[in-house]
């Protein structure tokens, strides 16, 4: 996208609406905080409105004025004057005394080419179904269940992939975003000392092991998802791909087999669905390792967590959804337990993921 230019011009429109600078940052009393909070739809919707219409990609270093923006973005001036000063209010962007607008650190994640973008992560959060299940969640705290069915006629993948072609584009990207942005803090805490063989359950298109085998020459990988999943997996992991000598790719449902040996067994972000599944999944790890074997679960916790508002957000949507729940670190510790692994030391990889170490007894 064409970044603004910096030129004098703005249209009487938007100059009307320049006002004293935005003030971020004084805590309001809590009569006020509860209404903010409760309009807290206006503030995913503007961050959804940006993300969409590429307002961060348009500003560039120098700061520019709504009219500006506008021009690149193909907007009204004053209506974005309106959205990016709503932004302001939250420190995605920020207004200079003279009315112009500047990055902030938040709003350059919204930018696509950021290296640390969350651009999809902001649009998957925010897609149209969202808008549609969350009006819901007083009945899915009644029943424990999603409302999917009822809402949507059919389960929320069959749904994603039958009807909503662009928001299982924005799915994909959004899990390749996450997968790769903590694929390194995975890398970078687990110690591989006397580890040979590694397998990622359910680990995606593999970002997770790709890491691990560019730090660790020695080891071998596994990557076990479901079929559509690995036939997408990392270029670096497939044939001709500069790891494929040392990786075996296993098309599979772990909660049916896991047909891997390994001295390592990586579970990340996947025992968020059903307990019968969590069950199923970990027993075949402890049927298919042998005895003394190593087992990583890294989940992100809603009781032990510095980003607790993200990950309750993310398991009441994964309740809405599907039916999921994202775990306290008691409830992990107890599917581990039952399972019959022996739980040892938890770590935290980032700011949102524990890492669980077990060994198979
Ligand atoms: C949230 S993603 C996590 C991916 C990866 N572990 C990561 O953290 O980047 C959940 C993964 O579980 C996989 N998955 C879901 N059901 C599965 C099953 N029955 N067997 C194997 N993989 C499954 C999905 O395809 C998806 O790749």
């Known amino acids: 996208m064409t970044t603004v230019s910096p030129t004098p011009e703005t249209t009487p429109a938007a100059t009307s609406l320049a006002a004293p600078h935005v003030s971020v940052g004084q805590t309001p009393p809590p009569s ?27 500003l560039g270093e120098t700061p520019a004025s709504a009219a500006e923006l506008a021009l690149v973005v193909d907007a009204e001036p004053v209506p974005l004057q309106r959205l990016l000063r709503a932004l302001c209010c939250y420190g995605i962007f920020s207004e200079t005394p003279d009315g112009k607008f500047v990055h902030s650190e938040m709003s350059r994640l919204l930018r696509e080419d950021d290296p640390n973008s969350l651009r999809y992560i902001a649009l998957w959060c925010t897609e149209p179904w969202t808008w549609e299940v969350w009006p819901h969640l007083d009945d899915a705290v009644r029943s424990g269940s999603s409302v999917f069915p009822e809402t949507f006629g059919k389960g929320f993948f069959e749904y994603l992939h039958q009807d909503a072609g662009e928001s299982a584009q924005v799915f994909n990207r959004a ?59 990392d270029a670096r992991l497939r044939d001709g791909g500069r790891l494929a000598d040392r990786v075996r790719i296993v098309p599979g449902d772990c909660r049916e087999d896991i047909p891997v040996e390994a001295d390592l067994y990586i579970i990340k972000n996947i025992l968020e669905w059903d307990d019968e599944s969590t069950r199923r999944t970990l027993r075949n790890v402890v049927s298919a390792a042998r005895s003394g074997a190593r087992v990583v679960i890294i989940e992100n916790l809603v009781d032990d967590s ?27 510790v107890g599917r581990m337990s039952d399972a019959g692994l022996q739980v040892g030391e938890i770590h935290p990889v980032n700011a949102y993921l524990h890492a669980f170490e077990c060994v198979v007894p």
Do not use: Y
């Open 32 to 58: 006020m905080r509860l209404r903010e909070l409760a309009f807290g739809a206006a503030c995913a919707a503007a961050v959804r409105a940006a993300a969409r219409m590429g307002v961060a990609d348009a």
């Open 175 to 233: 899990m390749t975003t996450s997968s790769v942005q903590s694929a390194q803090d995975v890398a970078d805490l687990l110690d591989l000392t006397g580890v040979t063989t590694v397998v990622d359950i359910g680990g995606g298109q593999g970002h997770v092991l790709a890491s691990l085998l560019e730090k660790h020459p020695s080891v071998h990988g596994t990557l076990l998802d479901l079929p559509g999943v690995v036939a997408r997996a």
């Open 306 to 332: 510095p980003s607790m508002r993200f990950t309750t957000a993310m398991d009441l949507l994964l309740l809405l959804n599907v039916g999921g729940a994202k775990h306290t670190r008691e409830s992990l």
